[in-house]
């Protein structure tokens, strides 16, 4: 299979430039003093101070994404300049994930996808920058964790992100990454600051406020296929999120 040459280029605005997809970072025009956010196919996210071409470059998985940002917007934003280690490798929370989700995955036609993707890139940035000055940044291989099980609480993350819409249990999951029920637990815990369980009710609750808003699909149905068995426990869960029950919720946003 053929790839581009050259990775599609976002021109979010003079501070900020997005690369998406397969191919080298080409020839695009990047921002003044730089730093880059580079992330790999599991979504974590390497920091790099001063990047290269040549240093974006190491990579060619066809699922690549690269934001470049002049280094005074980060400082501008962030009120100093960013305390991230060059090189370093970190674990992005749930939130975090998803923004970087949307914008790598997008589907939309091109006329959408730009924008969309420019708004999500600045989102982005404001957003690391929010988690990092909170101290909830995680380095990843930071913990009592073995390379090896990394990887695999990496890919029970990466299985709740892609498949939330299956009936996944705690067992399920560490069944399918290779890992027995308490290490799944502590170590995602560990990693990302968070339970498997709350991991997945936040998955799936995003994707029904995003289907809420975005179709006229009975509530009952997008409860049912967000894994909840009846309305009523869809609706409490609904609620303790986003504060209203979702009828309301998509009332609101109709209105809005």
Same mark, same amino acid.
């Given at each position: 299979m053929a790839f581009p040459a050259e990775m599609e280029a976002i021109d979010v605005s003079p501070e900020m430039l997005t690369l998406v997809g397969a191919g080298d970072v080409g020839g695009h025009r990047w921002p003044c003093r730089t730093v880059a956010f580079e992330f790999d196919d599991q979504l974590q996210c390497t920091f790099h101070a001063a990047p290269t071409p040549s240093k974006l470059n190491l990579r060619r998985e066809d699922t690549r994404l690269i934001m470049i940002v002049d280094r005074? &917007?980060?400082?501008?934003? $962030?009120?100093?300049?960013? =305390?991230? =280690?060059?090189?370093?490798? $970190?674990?992005?929370? +749930?939130?975090?994930?998803? #923004? &970087?989700? &949307?914008? /790598?995955?997008?589907?939309?036609?091109?006329?959408?996808?730009? +924008? $969309?993707?420019?708004?999500?890139? #600045?989102?982005?940035v404001c957003e690391i920058l929010g988690v990092l000055g909170a101290g909830k940044l995680v380095a990843a291989g930071n913990g009592s964790l073995s390379l090896a099980d990394y990887h695999r609480i990496s890919a029970a993350r990466q299985l709740i992100d892609h498949h939330w819409e299956e009936p996944l249990s705690l067992s399920t999951i560490a069944r399918r990454c290779g890992l027995n029920r308490s290490k799944l637990s502590r170590?995602? /815990? =560990?990693? $990302?600051?968070?339970?498997?369980?709350?991991?997945?009710? =936040?998955?799936?609750?995003?994707?029904?406020?995003?289907?809420?808003?975005s179709t006229d699909l009975p509530v009952g149905l997008i409860g049912y296929r967000s894994g909840y068995q009846n309305n009523a426990s869809f609706s409490r869960a609904f609620c303790r999120r986003f504060g209203v029950p979702p009828s309301n919720f998509r009332s609101q946003s109709v209105a809005a």
């Open positions: 005074a &917007a980060c400082a501008r934003l $962030y009120g100093s300049d960013p =305390e991230f =280690e060059d090189g370093a490798t $970190y674990l992005l929370p +749930p939130e975090l994930r998803s #923004i &970087a989700l &949307a914008i /790598r995955d997008c589907r939309m036609l091109p006329e959408a996808a730009v +924008p $969309y993707r420019l708004a999500k890139s #600045i989102e982005f170590g995602f /815990r =560990e990693l $990302y600051r968070c339970s498997v369980t709350e991991a997945l009710s =936040e998955r799936r609750l995003s994707e029904a406020r995003r289907q809420l808003i």
